[in-house]
């Protein structure tokens, strides 16, 4: 059996819900790590194919991971066309995401009374090239240079992710149906932003509750366009404000919508990568009604509670702070490691990566990240 | 809608609508390939 072999068997292992070799490794690192440790212009070169390429493939040697380990976070190009307002370069070249609210508290009946319309004016006030342009010609032109930016830069991602795939054999068990939030979490990253979201809770119910509404039938409406689904292909939802509201307010704004939508992805045999944000111990007989075979991956909930609700019923990763990554000695990193999967790993079900991707090179030590990815190996066989 | 005014920018001009200088040598690469693929489906458009 070839590496590319084996490393796919840990995963097909499992998806169809059977004791693999070994606990299987995700862990990576962003781009802007892989540049820096390379010791790149994250400013200049972070635009160049080739140059991304050498810095992933270098680091790639170093992080002997199951997958790919490097993942692209910043896609430039066309935030710089649109001179988009939530992703902004720093001065050092890396990409910011600023609070900002497109969409003003009063504007809901605009909202709800015309939901295309108004997401119109959204992305002309989202991006100043789209509100500036002196008129439709020029704004077309503008939409059409996006639209080429975005493509290429998924053609780069994709031609690098293929020859770094072939090098090094890496499973490619995990591959993405596209992204959705869910409804409540839509309404605050798209429009109302983070507080304005959580105020307008409070101070107009009814109306987020319509507001809601329509997003949620949008992301119905778009599962019914997706491809349909091979083994390890998944929707990826990354929750965000569940864990930041009363329990009431989760009850009634975010619960219901978010279970709508996975319980019609799984009627269509669409399989989810969520990703539970910060801590959801509290949210364990939620979590429970989420249909079974779903991919969740944890930041601070407690994995034995997880392990313990979940374990049973789906695939778990994450948990692994990237805290331990970046200050603990390599022996104190390996202890945590074994620690964590004497808790979930056994019988299987878990997937061992850190609880965030290393985002820069401060994030993580490099041997630790190595430290960590061999004790697996080592102590993670069944 | 067709569009009937499209010119390529030159590197010159995207330098200076993006604030750019030659240090930003790929990021330029990449605008100037934009504007190349932009204007071959508008051309490919007005030949239809």
């Known amino acids: 059996m070839d590496l590319k072999e084996y490393r796919t068997g840990l995963y097909h292992a499992l998806w169809t819900r059977q004791i693999p070799d070994r606990v299987p490794v995700a862990q990576g690192v962003d781009i802007v790590y892989a540049l820096q440790y390379g010791g790149y212009s994250l400013l200049r070169d972070q635009y160049s194919a080739e140059k991304c390429y050498e810095a992933v493939d270098n680091i790639t040697a170093l992080i002997d991971s199951d997958v790919a380990p490097v993942g692209f976070s910043a896609n430039g190009v066309p935030a710089i066309i649109s001179g988009s307002k939530i992703n902004v370069m720093g001065k050092d070249g890396f990409w910011q995401h600023p609070n900002y609210a497109p969409m003003k508290d009063t504007e809901y009946p605009e909202f709800i009374n015309n939901f295309a319309e108004f997401n119109n004016l959204v992305d002309m006030r989202l991006n100043s090239a789209y509100e500036n342009a002196k008129d439709e010609e020029e704004l077309a032109i503008t939409k059409l240079r996006v639209q080429v930016a975005t493509q290429r830069h998924f053609k780069k991602t994709a031609s690098i992710a293929a020859r770094i795939n072939e090098k090094y054999q890496f499973a490619t068990h995990e591959r993405s149906l596209g992204t959705t939030l869910s409804p409540f979490d839509n309404l605050s990253n798209r429009y109302r932003s983070f507080t304005g979201a959580l105020n307008d809770l409070r101070r107009r119910p009814e109306e987020v509750l319509a507001a809601v509404r329509l997003i949620c039938d949008n992301n119905l409406r778009r599962l019914d366009t997706m491809p349909e689904p091979q083994e390890g292909q998944r929707i990826f939802m990354p929750l965000h404000l569940a864990t930041f509201m009363k329990e009431s307010d989760f009850k009634k704004f975010w619960w219901p919508f978010f279970k709508e939508f996975v319980d019609k992805a799984a009627s269509q045999n669409r399989r989810l990568f969520i990703f539970c944000e910060d801590k959801w111990d509290r949210y364990m007989d939620y979590l429970e009604e989420v249909p079974e075979d779903a991919h969740i991956m944890f930041e601070y909930t407690d994995p034995r509670l997880a392990k313990e609700r979940l374990g049973k019923n789906h695939v778990l990763s994450g948990f692994f702070s990237v805290d331990i990554l970046k200050n603990a000695t390599k022996e104190k990193c390996a202890d945590e490691v074994k620690k964590l999967l004497d808790i979930v790993a056994p019988g299987g079900g878990y997937i061992f990566k850190s609880d965030k991707g290393p985002l820069i090179l401060g994030d993580a030590k490099l041997e630790n990240i190595q430290t960590a990815i061999a004790t697996v190996k080592e102590y993670g066989k069944y | ?48």
């Open chain 2, 1 to 48: 809608m067709t569009i009937k005014n499209f010119r390529k920018m030159t590197r010159a001009e995207l330098m200076e609508r993006y604030s750019l200088t030659e240090e930003d040598k790929y990021l330029l690469d990449e605008l100037e390939a934009v504007e190349e693929e932009v204007s071959q489906i508008i051309a490919k458009e007005g030949e239809k």
